[in-house]
């Protein structure tokens, strides 16, 4: 999305109530010869940035990149000064593989006021200093360069129009992830170097907990069957990020962890209610509380398009559907008990199914799956306990969406 780009989305259910929730309006940058000065979704950030990278290019063309990378190759410690401080940034953060390409492009944004050199300086500095497989691009029509970037082709990708390239007798997708072109237009790709065996896919995985500062929210859920309020914080720069990030599998958003201070207060009061129930009586009030506590639209509906959601946008955002709701249960379970999870994508449909420590020999729609016995939860299906299915999907083989953590 571009800076600015966000909609105005007001958080207010009958079924929980928040402050309006309105996504971070990205500032413009500023550059002051030393230091680019950035809105990151809202974050004020001082990325440190010699003014030797603000190198301008003279054209599109093939010859004009390559002049371009040759006057960069001059600043080999200027540029690893800056993937340095992204790096760390992005470490600070707890972003995953993206923010990084999101941090530069900021960078890019502020330090240069034209889109191909832009293009031009985040293809350099994520193929040269970062090591990522991406290629660049001239529109037929356009005549804009346009970055391409190969994202984690072992998962779909479903934000961004792709192109394929073949590169050891494999087909790879390079998406269009930045840059001047129109959607429709065909491309012509340049060549720097394609077979460099050393380059990587850029991942989506959330391999630490998203920390872009203190939460500055909160969302109140009732507990049901129990005179309990919960207050769960959660952050409008992560927002605003998670937005931005391309959408893809269901693992992820099923393996991602929720903020911080919304993790605290969740644990902190189901965690005392562990010594009252046993694994499945656990299990049971987590599955309630994710069936009642919020209120119920398709993504269609809330948007107007499909949007998957990681376990904090289902705090933040009024409405959750059948995905959402089973990757904050999914996490519940995993964070509070030992019991294993699977999710199960239907034709239309996404649920959950869970298998205890001890089989508590439930009646109900069960299956085996690596050699454990595992009960159908469905936190769509309000009332519904353990073991029931919906009856549209009761005879219906689920695909198994795996979870990272099982």
Not at 84 to 106: M, P, T, V, Y
Not at 146 to 171: C, G, H, M, P, Q
């Amino acid at each position: 999305a571009a800076p600015g780009a966000y909609a105005m989305r007001t958080v207010v259910s009958e079924q929980g109530s928040s402050e309006a929730y309105v996504p971070n309006q990205i500032k413009p940058g500023v550059y002051n010869g030393y230091q680019a000065q950035i809105d990151f979704y809202g974050r004020p950030l001082a990325i440190p940035c010699s003014q030797s990278l603000c190198v301008k290019s003279k054209g599109a063309k093939e010859n004009d990149a390559a002049a371009y990378f040759r006057a960069m190759s001059r600043c080999k410690y200027e540029s690893e000064s800056l993937w340095k401080a992204i790096d760390e940034q992005a470490k600070n953060f707890g972003l995953n593989d993206w923010g990084h390409f999101c941090l530069l492009r900021s960078v890019a944004e502020t330090i240069h006021s034209n889109s191909d050199d832009r293009v031009l300086f985040l293809f350099y500095m994520l193929r040269n200093q970062g090591g990522y497989k991406v290629k660049l691009a001239r529109g037929r029509e356009s005549g804009k360069l346009t970055l391409l970037l190969a994202i984690d082709n072992d998962k779909e990708v479903y934000s961004y129009i792709f192109f394929r390239f073949k590169e050891n007798e494999e087909n790879i997708k390079y998406y269009t992830v930045y840059g001047g072109g129109t959607a429709k237009e065909s491309i012509y790709s340049y060549a720097f170097n394609e077979q460099d065996q050393v380059l990587r896919q850029m991942g989506l995985d959330f391999d630490q907990t998203l920390k872009i500062g203190a939460c500055d929210k909160k969302r109140s859920l009732q507990v049901p069957k129990q005179k309990a309020v919960l207050q769960l914080p959660y952050n409008s720069s992560h927002m605003a990020y998670l937005d931005d990030v391309p959408m893809t599998v269901f693992p992820i958003y099923f393996s991602t962890d929720a903020p911080t201070e919304a993790q605290q207060a969740l644990l902190d009061y189901f965690s005392a209610q562990k010594s009252r129930y046993s694994q499945q009586e656990m299990v049971a009030l987590l599955l309630s509380f994710v069936q009642s506590a919020f209120a119920y639209k398709t993504d269609e509906q809330q948007f107007g398009y499909e949007k998957y959601f990681y376990p904090e946008e289902v705090i933040a955002y009024p409405y959750s559907d059948c995905e959402d709701r089973s990757a904050l249960f999914s996490w519940l379970v995993t964070q509070l008990t030992e019991a294993k999870v699977l999710g199960l994508q239907y034709e239309g449909h996404v649920a959950t199914a869970v298998s205890f420590e001890a089989d508590p020999k439930l009646t109900g729609d069960a299956f085996n799956y690596a050699g454990r016995k595992y009960y159908v939860c469905d936190p769509t299906y309000v009332n519904a306990s353990i073991g029931m299915s919906m009856p549209e999907f009761k005879n219906q083989t689920p695909e198994i969406i795996k979870l990272k953590k099982l």
